[in-house]
Nanobody
């Protein structure tokens, strides 16, 4: 069992930056693939990025590539999502999720989910 808690969301102007954090309750989190997802009102949940357990392999959706960076600090049981050059279309609830299988993360069906944090980007 892994409990995930996101933080760092808020309201920013277009072009601004935010850093989201996903903190886990158990050390075994360090062996999990972790992904970030987002969902805007009236839209389907969208995959954003994932990172492998060792932090050496990352993958990004085309919509955020070059602007967002996913990273992890296993000593702190925490995964981060640095978001730069934010656009109004980035407005959504952002959630982190974890699974030992990268296939489950990519498919949107990981074992564990956080509660989500709101990101709002004004124009």
């Amino acid at each position: 069992q892994v409990q995930l808690v996101e933080s760092g969301g808020g309201l920013v102007q277009a072009g601004g930056s935010l850093r989201l954090s996903c903190a886990a309750s158990r050390r075994t989190f360090n062996t999990y693939v972790v992904g970030w997802f987002r969902q805007a009102p009236g839209k389907e949940r969208e995959f954003v990025a994932f990172i492998t357990w060792g932090g050496g392999d990352t993958y990004y959706a085309d919509s955020v590539k070059g602007r967002f960076t996913i990273s992890r600090d296993n000593a702190k049981n925490t995964v981060y999502l640095q978001m730069n050059s934010l656009k109004p279309d980035d407005t959504a609830v952002y959630s982190c999720a974890a699974d030992q299988s990268s296939r489950n993360v990519r498919s949107g069906d990981p074992d564990y989910w956080g509660q989500g944090t709101q990101v709002t980007v004004s124009s």
